[in-house]
C-alpha cells in the first residue's frame, strides 16, 4: 500500500513541549505554501496513493477557501487516487463549522482533533489556547457535518498533570464518544521551551498514568492496537498502520518524511529553505538514506512491534537477530504468538529499550553480520 503525508505547517502560537516543524506568524506564507505543494508533487515519482494523511503543524489554521484550494490541488497532483481513508488534523480553537463542511464535501473520513488534556489550567500552562469545552464544541460540529470518525489526541506526563487529571480528561474524552484516541507520553524534546525550562520526563507516574488510561479506554471498548493508538474495531488509522508494516508512502511539504524503493527521506525543516527549492524546481529533500542488510531487518522489528498484536518477522530478521531477540524472550519483554513476535504486557511499557537493541549502533559481533 502507498501512502500519502501532506505536512501543513502553521500553528497560531507553538506550544511548549512540540519540536514539530510546526511555525506561528507565518500564515502571509500559506498561497505560496499550497503552490509549492502541488509544484513538489509534480517533482515526486508517479504515484496513486490509497490514504491521505494531511498533518501538521495545524492545518485547520488555514481558511476554509484554503482547505478547499489545498484538497484541488492534491485532486490535480494526484488525478487517479481515490482515498480508502483522508485524515486531517486540527485544533479546537480554529476547527469551524465552515472548514468542517468542505472537509465533509471533500469525503474526509477522519477528524484528528488536538485535545491534549481537558484540563484547562494546565492547557494554559503547556501554551495552548482553546478549553475542553472548545474541544466538545468542535466534536458536536464535526458529527453535524457527517464526518464519519474523529480521533483525539492526548498527552500523560505533562507537568503538573496528576492521576486524577489524566482520569478526568479521559471521562470526559469518552463520553463524547471518539472512534479512536492517540495517547502520548510526555518527550522532553532539545529546542522546545520545556527543555529550557528543565522539564523532566517522571517515568513512575508515566508508567502509572499509562496503564490507568490502557485500562479506562479498553473498558470504553477502545482497543489498544499501538503502543500510542486505540480504537473501536473498524477504526484503526490505515494510513498510520502502513508505516508500522514499512509500507511506501510519499511526504510532501516542510519536514514531511517519504519512503519509497528502499529510500528514506525526509524534506527540509525549514519554511523558507523548503519553498526556495521547490520553487526553484528542486526536490527539497535534506537528507536521504537507504537502509540495508542488519538495518533494514532491524527497521522492520522495531516498526512491527509497535502494534500490539505484533508482526510476522521474515526468516533473514529472524536468523539475523537471533541473539538479542532470545535475550529479550529470557527478559519477559517479548515473546512468539504462533509465527507472530510480540512485545508482552511488561515489553510494552519499556518498548524504547526493546527498540534500542533493533538500531545501530548494534554490538561488535553482531555488527560483523551487516
Ligand atoms: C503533529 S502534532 C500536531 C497536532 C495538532 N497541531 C495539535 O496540536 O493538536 C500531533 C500530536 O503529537 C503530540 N505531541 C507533540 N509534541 C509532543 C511531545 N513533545 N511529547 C509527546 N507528544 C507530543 C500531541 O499530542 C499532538 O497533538
Ligand atoms: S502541538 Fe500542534 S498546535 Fe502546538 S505547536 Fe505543535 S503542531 Fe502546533
Redesign the pocket.
Known sequence: MTGLYVHVPF?AVK?F????A?FSGQKKQVARYLAALEAEAALAPPLSPETLYV????PSELTAAQTAELFARLRRAFPAARWTESTF???PDSLDAETLGVLAGEGVTRLS??L?TADDALLKSVGRRHTAADFARVVGLARAAGIPAVSV???FGLPGQSLDSLRATLDFVLALAPEHV?L??????DR?LFAKRGVAEDEGLGREMYEAAIAALARAGLEHYEISNYARPGFRSAHNVNYWRRGEYLGLGCSAASFLGGLRTANEERLSAYLSAVEAGRRPTAESEEPIGREALGEEAFLGLRLIEGFVPSRALREAFAGPWAALKARGLVFEDGPRWRLTRGGVFVANDVFREFVPPFTAEEAVTR
Open positions: 500553528c506550544c513541549y512540540c519540536d514539530f510546526a498533518g501538521g503543524g495545524t488534523e486540527g485544533n482533533i488536538g491534549q489526541d492526548l498527552m492517540s502520548y507520553g510526555l518527550q522532553v524534546e522546545t
